[in-house]
């Protein structure tokens, strides 16, 4: 089987040290020659020259097409000259109805030999998923675009958010095979610090740095991964117009290394749900003072989760930070506890497709007199989603009833785990709790914001010690 995509990017990444993508634009007024020998005679060198120092290389397909079929078959030269270590990631754009977009991959799979392509989601799933179904093959798909225009769609707002950041999430969800990237502009660095925050594992091509503008240290700042990985630089301009491209080539990468040294030298990983966490505060999910739990502790804090369904956008944000939990997964349906987690579960749903089911709380003593409602099958497994988790009883007693019924549970998936330190209630049981977040970081993330006060935050920190 060959090797998935990021996995032969992040190689060759690591064995070069290298994060630069060198573009192969040959524009005609660029050639010495404006012809497609001149046009494939530029990259040779280019490719010749720059091969030490570059992560990928980046063609555009346009500046090939301009000559025809002659420039098509200078396309396949030039790609077919590039060093089988290294990956090639083909400028395109593509996007179209399911059976043209097949055809697209082929083209650029099959019949040039690319690694990746740079894909449109405009048209949604159906005609990004035949560029997807090789996980061999990788997608940059096009969130947030460098050039001066991109906010003319892109930053229109859907659910209270912008374009860019639904783009980002629904690459999450088709992200099936582990091969899709995104396309975000180095232009913006404040969209990619949003971006990086909602998808933390993909890698992102982030073009725009020189020619129109974008600041390399920034832009890493901002965009890379806590491991010091995930996004690459495209040059092109600024390597193959200067004298020595090879020297170039070289600056530019040591310049990006540097900039990615400045940055995990002074900087520590950004909290993951900073907007998750803000929705709650304003939203008043969360309030300090003296509240009886179910338990019967007193405690100095209380979440009240239910509050996210009067925010669309909130809860859809929400959602999206359990789909990173549930994805390695193995189950068939989901099983939302009641009542809290009942719309959570319903936006997990619309989002990623999976069915769902949830038990009641009082079994109907007329009808069917069902203890779980929704479609099944017995023998099935389903993973538990729940709100948030103090002691586990009410976790236990809605799995009891999904047993009851013939269902399998291995798995229990919270928003938040306020649960005192080292508690082992669900292992006991053979379950094993996943959250999405942990009170302590919380805490510590709004008292950072000046949200909370240092008080609020040692009382509740005590509290969950106390167990």
Not at 154 to 183: C, E, F, M, S, T
Not at 244 to 255: I, K, W
Not at 286 to 296: A, I, M, R
């Amino acid at each position: 089987m060959a090797q998935a995509f990021f996995q032969f990017l992040e190689q060759r990444s690591r064995n070069v040290d290298s994060l630069l993508c060198v573009g192969l634009d040959p524009q005609l007024s660029h050639l010495p020659t404006p012809d497609v020998a001149g046009a494939r005679d530029f990259c040779l060198r280019l490719i010749e020259a720059t091969a030490p120092y570059a992560a990928a290389f980046k063609p555009n397909s346009a500046f090939f097409e301009v000559f025809g079929a002659d420039g098509i078959q200078a396309l396949e030269e030039v790609i077919g000259a590039i060093p089988v270590s290294i990956p090639v990631l083909l400028d395109a754009k593509r996007g179209d109805i399911g059976s043209t977009s097949q055809a697209y991959a082929r083209a650029a799979f099959e019949t040039l030999g690319a690694h990746a392509i740079t894909v449109s989601p405009y048209l949604g799933e159906d005609s990004v998923s035949p560029f997807l179904a090789d996980p061999a093959k990788g997608v940059f798909l096009l969130c947030k675009t460098s050039n001066p225009g991109a906010g003319d769609l892109q930053d229109l707002l859907a659910d209270g958010q912008p374009l860019y950041l639904q783009v980002a999430r629904l690459a999450q969800n088709w992200n099936k095979h582990k091969n899709i990237g995104l396309v975000v502009g180095a232009t913006y660095p404040e969209v990619l610090a949003d971006v990086r925050r909602e998808v933390p594992d993909l890698w992102f091509l982030a073009p725009g740095v020189g020619a129109q503008g974008g600041e390399l240290s920034s832009a890493l700042a901002a965009g890379l991964r806590s491991d010091g990985l995930g996004m690459l630089v495209p040059i092109s301009r600024g390597i193959s117009q200067a004298a020595n491209p090879a020297l170039a080539a070289r600056e530019f990468r040591d310049a990006i290394n540097a900039a990615r040294k400045a940055r995990s030298q002074k900087t520590k990983p950004a909290f993951r749900h900073r907007l998750l966490a803000d929705d709650m505060l304003r939203l008043g999910c969360v309030q300090f003072g003296e509240f009886t739990l179910k338990s019967g502790k007193v405690s100095p804090i209380y979440l009240d989760l239910r509050r996210l369904v009067g925010d669309p956008a909130a809860l859809s944000r929400a959602a999206a930070a359990y789909l990173e939990w549930l994805r390695p997964l193995a189950f068939d349906r989901l099983a939302a506890l009641p009542y809290a987690a009942l719309p959570i579960a319903a936006a997990i749903s619309l989002q990623s497709g999976w069915p769902l089911v949830y038990p009641r709380k009082e079994t109907k003593e007329y009808g069917t007199k069902s203890p779980v409602e929704g479609p099944y099958q017995k023998g099935e497994t389903v993973v538990v989603i729940d709100d948030l988790v103090t002691t586990g009883e009410s976790k236990f007693e809605g799995i009891e009833k999904l047993e009851s019924v013939g269902l399998r549970v291995r798995d229990v998936v919270v928003l938040i785990n306020r649960q005192p330190p080292k508690s082992n209630a669900f292992a006991q049981k053979g379950l094993t709790l996943h959250a999405v977040l942990h009170l302590p970081e919380l805490l510590e993330y709004w008292h950072a914001q000046g949200a909370i006060t240092t008080d609020q935050r040692q009382a509740t920190l005590d509290f969950l010690l106390q167990g």
